[in-house]
């Protein structure tokens, strides 16, 4: 089955400064990717997704993810953080009909 | 318009209680989705139905059942209650596979087991 790895439990960024947050996966062919959003007390909100075509892959709230697939990794990116981006970030993959997620990668920003 | 809806939005219960979450989707979606997210924030899926058609049964206590009365309905009711079911569960839904569109969740019901 596949899976995906986010290395970093915890990050800390300065409000303003840029955010990318690690996500590796194992599969052999072009997965389904996913990051998800999850503010404190909140469900899950769709950033952006990647299928297929162009490897960088815009989404909401600024935020953008770029496929290597020399690297198997699929991180997240944004240039420039604001308080409100502080919450739980899930990398996941597709495993037909179901959603396989990392462990989440906790985002603080500080003033 | 909420697109999944989930109620309660929290629940709290005594040990060996007997306790439902309903879920709606108004998206026309036919695949729906149990997730749970434990207290260490790790999510895992638990069941998943097409066509009110139940295709995905994690490794799940047979004390959970899920009940999908049709496509935009998917309910989950729990039997005999533990401390150990205290979690965040959450509905999803997608059209087809995630492959064509993704998958929307709902806000989440925290169960509390006391």
């Known amino acids: 089955a596949q899976s995906v790895t986010q290395p970093d439990i915890h990050i800390t960024v300065s409000e303003g400064a840029s955010l990318e947050l690690r996500c590796n996966y194992s599969y052999g062919a072009t997965p389904y990717l996913f990051w998800y959003v999850q503010s404190p007390g909140q469900g899950l909100q769709l950033l952006l997704k990647y299928f297929s075509g162009d490897t960088l892959v815009q989404g909401i709230k600024g935020f953008e993810a770029e496929f290597k697939r020399s690297q198997s990794s699929f991180n997240l990116r944004k240039p420039s953080v604001h308080w409100s981006d502080a919450a739980e970030y899930f990398c996941a993959v597709d495993n037909d009909y179901k959603l396989s997620f990392g462990a989440g990668t906790t985002v603080t920003v500080r003033a | 318009d909420t697109a999944v809806s989930q109620t309660p939005k929290y629940l709290v219960t005594q040990m060996g209680n007997d306790k439902s979450i309903k879920c709606e989707q108004n998206l026309g979606h036919d695949t729906m989705y149990w997730y749970k997210q434990d207290s260490k924030k790790f999510l895992k899926i638990m069941f998943s139905y097409n066509n009110k058609e139940l295709i995905i049964n994690e490794t799940v206590p047979n004390r959970f059942s899920p009940k999908s009365p049709d496509k935009a309905h998917l309910n989950l009711h729990i039997n005999s209650l533990e401390l150990g079911d205290s979690a965040v569960y959450f509905c999803?839904?997608?059209?087809?596979?995630?492959?064509?569109?993704?998958?929307?969740f709902g806000s989440g019901t925290r169960l509390t087991v006391v």
């Open positions: 999803a839904s997608s059209q087809g596979g995630a492959s064509n569109y993704g998958y929307t």
